[in-house]
Nanobody, 127 residues
Framework: QVQLLESGGGSVQAGGSLRLSCGTS????????MGWFRQAPGKEREFVAA????????YFGDSAKGRFTISRENTQNTVYLQMNSLKPDDTAVYYC????????????????????WGQGTQVTVSS
């Protein structure tokens, strides 16, 4: 059973920063590529970022490029999403995901490619 637990969400003013964490098991973090998606009310789930198993390759969605970074600390069973220069448009529920069939820029962007999901954490950015 793969369990993913997001934390670190909250409310912040525009221009601020948040760091999201995705905690999981030793087996999961040492087996799968990991990713982050987000979903705002009335919108489809959107790809934010992904990191491969070894942590030496990353992909970012257009909205995250230049502002967000993704990292993983396998010894702590955790993947992080550092979000800087936050905007009101970043307001959404952020989900952690694990497990894709292959490491590929197009595959990582598709929610249906991922096998496992967390419950999400709310991020609210006020203007």
């Amino acid at each position: 059973q793969v369990q993913l637990l997001e934390s670190g969400g909250g409310s912040v003013q525009a221009g601020g920063s948040l760091r999201l964490s995705c905690g999981t098991s030793f087996r999961t973090v040492n087996t799968y590529a990991m990713g982050w998606f987000r979903q705002a009310p009335g919108k489809e789930r959107e790809f934010v970022a992904a990191i491969n198993l070894s942590g030496d390759s990353t992909y970012f969605g257009d909205s995250a490029k230049g502002r967000f970074t993704i990292s993983r600390e396998n010894t702590q069973n955790t993947v992080y999403l550092q979000m800087n220069s936050l905007k009101p448009d970043d307001t959404a529920v952020y989900y952690c995901a694990a497990g894709i069939p292959r490491w590929d820029s197009l595959v990582t962007m598709i929610p249906g490619s991922w096998d496992y999901w967390g419950q999400g954490t709310q991020v609210t950015v006020s203007s």
